[in-house]
């Protein structure tokens, strides 16, 4: 009896069998749980639960709670990627947290006024276009064309006769990278052309060149307050992270 090694087996054996006599934790199906399974099923049904839909599910509830203790008892949390990640991201959205309504009217202007860049509006090009597959067909269309029957000339094709108040961005994704170099050769209220893209040729008449416009906080005080809240949120994560990482030591080998 001496012997520690004896004493280790015993009181180990001791705390198994307790362990295993105590069993695991009951499961308690009150009406607060009761009630959360029927707003669960209001929400994604629309409607109440009936007396026996309301049986089912917690018959349900209780085998799906069966079901995690074992699978946590068994350690198969252990080690599982898509775990980890949920476990993750629960985190961090408990980390996110913010009160919304502790964000003032000035905060919101301050965060406007120091994001301006990005409520700009860059330049915008209103144009219209004639598709042409080949560019000797240009000069004879140009010596004809007049307001009313630019719509009748050249071929048909899948692009858009005219774009209003469209950025360089959206030209390009439009008629490619090709036609979009040539926007500073566009001449307002005039045709020019033959202007190539990647599609072919075009005659194309810059009808307005809206120049960068700052959109008023009026305009954008919605998106204001979602891209500040978004900052925000991402300060508090990073924030906890920080704090966090003070308590763990971390060794690269």
């Not at 000035?106 to 860049?117: A, L, P, S």
């Not at 000069?139 to 858009?160: F, V």
């Not at 001449?187 to 005659?203: A, D």
């Amino acid at each position: 009896m001496k012997e520690p090694l004896v004493w280790f087996v015993l009181i180990g054996g001791l705390l198994f069998a307790a362990d295993r006599y105590q069993g695991p934790a009951p499961i308690v199906i009150d009406e607060a749980v009761k009630t959360q399974i029927a707003n669960l099923w209001q929400t994604q049904m629309g409607v109440s639960p009936t007396e026996k839909e309301l049986d089912s599910l917690v018959h349900n509830w209780v085998r799906e709670e069966i079901f995690f203790r074992e699978a946590l008892r068994l350690g198969l949390d252990s080690e599982d990627t898509i775990i980890r990640r949920r476990l993750v991201q629960k985190l961090g959205f408990i980390a996110q947290d913010v009160n919304e309504d502790t964000i003032t009217a000035d905060d919101v202007r301050r965060f406007y006024e120091n994001k301006i860049d990005d409520y700009t509006l860059p330049r915008r090009y209103s144009l219209s276009q004639i598709y042409l597959s080949e560019s000797h067909q240009a000069e004879p269309i140009l010596a004809m064309l007049t307001t009313d029957n630019w719509r009748e000339q050249g071929e048909s094709s899948l692009l858009p006769r005219q774009l209003i108040k469209k950025s360089e961005r959206e030209v390009t994704s439009t008629f490619g990278i090709e036609f979009a170099r040539q926007l500073g050769d566009f001449i307002e209220g005039q045709w020019v052309g033959p202007v190539s893209s990647t599609f072919g040729y075009h005659l194309v008449r810059l009808n307005e060149l809206t120049p960068v416009e700052v959109t008023p906080l009026a305009y954008v005080e919605k998106q204001v307050m979602t891209d500040l809240l978004h900052q925000r949120r991402q300060q508090s994560l990073d924030d906890y992270y920080t704090e966090l990482l003070d308590q763990y030591d971390v060794e690269y080998r």
